[in-house]
């Protein structure tokens, strides 16, 4: 019994196809590449750019004041990404 070669199979399928289906597998699998590349720089930009939104912030505690007073503060961060708080109420609220 001969040892099968799955690699040496798929080479020989595909040099037995006709010159035209050879050119379309042969840009669908460069056609997945460049889009699998694509997906991911595209991902890594919206990231980059989602961090570095001044406006955006995100909640790290909500704290009590530092005075031991009433009031609520929010942890932030200045667009140096030096912390701060900020009063948000009296009121415990959902972001």
């Not at 889009?35 to 939104?53: A, E, K, P, S, Y």
Request: glycine share 10%.
């Amino acid at each position: 019994m001969d040892d099968y070669n799955f690699w040496r199979d798929l080479f020989d399928t595909y040099q037995s196809l006709p010159p035209w289906m050879q050119f379309a597998w042969f840009c669908g699998i460069w056609l997945a590449y460049i889009c699998t590349v694509g997906l991911v720089i595209l991902g890594l930009r919206w990231r980059r750019r989602r961090g570095t939104d001044p406006t955006a912030y995100r909640t790290i505690a909500t704290l009590p004041g530092p005075l031991g007073d009433a009031g609520l503060y929010r942890v932030k961060t200045d667009d140096d990404g030096v912390p701060y708080l900020e009063q948000v109420g009296t009121v415990p609220m959902l972001d």
